[in-house]
């Protein structure tokens, strides 16, 4: 880059400056822009990774895990951290599956409760969280077991196969509207609804300015608790809709369904930009967080190394992730306290 | 005012011509000055001069592009914090950096406990040492308590004794009054004064002019990364200082005189429990009252339970004429009053957020009360609200982080007063800013008073109480000691009232003698 001299002239700086800034901010695009470099490389050994029914599949799958990232990045914007997102998947699933096995409920009737034990179970955890004041790691890893182990207490040895599900049910992870996805679909009106209600609400400033700044908000007269329980509820009704799409997705339902997603789901969040320290990043960079990881997988398959290596290479995108944006805020910084010392 | 200089000891340490760059940022230009054994020594200079850079460069945190320094005549590089140490210098930093889990006595010896038997920690020996250093200091201290919720001032004498127990020739302070009540700094001077009578060479580096005559026997002066001047202090005036440090007169506060209309707040008998007691005052529109006292004596407090921070136990608020009782700041916020609260950054400002998303934080409901906010209109308000300070930026959208001290003060205010207040809080306004950023500040607060705003000022800055206000009210441990009207204020009477002295009972301060505690 020729704009990165190494003894940056006055001009320069802002330059420098800007750039840097572009990088921290575009997380989404530079997300987008390794998949294609990733992707071209993958398709010279595997070429049937460019069929659409690879990409639909890859984003079908990846949806799921979507969904809850944008609810999860809600949380973490909020300053807070949701473990339990994994238990509340597993819950809604089972519950939802189970429903639809003893034909309680017909699939409207399932789906609606499914939401519904996810956004109770969302309040829960902000009731937890800021009514009871337990810090969110510990509080979610607390309810994490706590809502897993209603999971087995209620399924107990037993599993809810495919054939157990009304005709149909399973079918809307594999249907599409115009070649794209429902899956897909959905996942794209989740994060419209939450990027309008971020960018675009009085609420949406809130859940920044309660993130980046709590002391200030407080001050302002934001109602910061009220604040953290809704992005807390919030979770964990889109938690409760990856539930069910997580049924939809894989039809048997036993009571260990989703255990680890919360693994993924907080890499997608945070490889897509989202300041683990709450107060900055946006919903579409966890969803293409989400994506980016759905890539990886079917990447690795297609590749032809093993299964048993996506936990690690989940954790070192983290690593990766949290470690790029800690050198690239530093070297932001710097550019800011130097051109604000002239 | 000061004795004769303190022996004219040798230098013992020199710098000669020493220069630090970032990057393109000059931040030392060729600066040579001397620290000599046995004077406290002031450095001076509006933020951004250096002063930070150069005490920064002496602890090892920063290496000089060029130049030398000398320890007692010897050249010497300094490489790192723990060399630094090893030379004997030691600097107390303004907000001190201890162990808040471990005990004073660990953590005045931390990194060189005395050791007994096969190099265990002698924990009796150590308690024994420090407890030994804080006699000598003359202060009183429990050394086997953990240093968590001990006063600033308190963690400063642990660093001080710190300092001593490493037997340090070099004591460098780094604005060490800034977060200290009157009381507290007279105390710190003495034990600074002890230190210089026996022999170790001091750096006082002060935003506060008074407090460099009041202590240092000679004063530098830096503007720009450059030396100005060194002089004995009992050669300069305070408006010398001045016109170094910014290198053109200024008029320190300038107190424009406003008619003053009708009651807008009333206080009285607010009380709340453990913090402060019956506390009564008024503040009329186009006034500024002056709220003094010592840190610690319940101003700031008073005022989160003006603004629906926190709850009162007693007493009646009346705005207008009208009873109020807020149960949160939002509360308050729509009766018309507005806080800037002390802490810019920890409670002032979002960072992350623009400047437009900042002015705007406080008044979203009123404009946007349907739900959805609009960049457009956001930017449109924010521009008028900042138009008026003349905050230095590129537009409203930069980021508020990427602003100096004084500009995002500015923006605090501009923020509040989008609020649309009639009451204006300001908690130390003018804390940790520079000197013409301050004089800008002095001017719009005197501005806001003249357009009917009814305001109430906090500093522990006592010239600027006492400049900018109309009449002072002082505070002592939570409750009134004095009510001043503007003619009859001065330093003496604030502090006499300030440390808890009735103001009926002043009738005839002996003023030398309150001269004469002030100076130790």
Redesign the interface.
Known sequence: MAELPVAPTMEARPARYRWLMAIGRQRELSLVAIMFVLGAGVSLIAPQFLSVENFSQVATLAAVIAVAAVGEAFVIITRGIDLSVEAIIGLVAYCVARTLELQVLDPIGAIAMGLAIGLLLGMVNGFIVTMLKVPAIVATLGTLSIFRGIDYVIAGPDQVPLAGLPEGFTDWARADVLGIPVFVLVTIVVVAVGMVLLRSTRFGRQVYAVGSNPEAAAILGIPARLVVFVAFSVCGLLSGLAGIMWVMQFGTINGTAATGATLAIVAAVVVGGVNTLGGSGTLAGAAIGALFLGFIANALILVGLSQFWLQAIYGLVILVAIAGDQVIRRSVQRANTRSGTR | MTETMAGPGAPHIELRGISKS????A?LVDVSMDLRAGEIHALVGEN?AGKSTLVKILAGVHQPDGGTILLDGAPTLIHGPAQSRSLGIAVVHQEPRLFPDLTVAENVFIGHAPSGLLGSIDWRGMRRAAQGLFDELDVQFDVGAPVRGLSMADQQLIEIAKALSADAGALILDEPTASLSAHEVERLFAIVRRLRDRGVAILFVSHRLDEVFALCDRATVFRDGRHVVTANTSDLTTADLIRHMVGRTVSLFPKVENPIGEVLLEVSGLTRVGVFRDVGFSVRAGEILGLAGLVGAGRSEVARVL???DRRDGGEVRIGGKLVDFA??????SAGIA?L?E?RH????????TIA?NVT??I??RL?PR????AATERRVATEHTEQFNVRMTGVDQEV????GGNQQKVVLAKWLASGPRVLILDEPTRGIDIGAKVEVHRLISELAASGLAIILISSDLPEVLAMSDRIVVLHEGRVTAEIPRGQATQERVMFAATGNLAGDEGDVPVAATGESTRG
Do not use: I, R
């Not at chain 2, 970032?22 to 940022?25: E, M, P, Q, V």
């Not at chain 2, 739900?371 to 609009?374: D, I, R, Y």
């Not at chain 2, 982080?401 to 100096?404: E, M, R």
């Open positions: 970032f990057g393109a940022t931040a951004g603004f629906g921070l949160a700041p939002s509360a308050a916020m806080y609260p802490d920890q409670e002032g400002l979002v960072l992350d957020f998303q934080l406080p979203l409901p946007f739900l959805l906010v609009s982080g990427a602003l100096s």
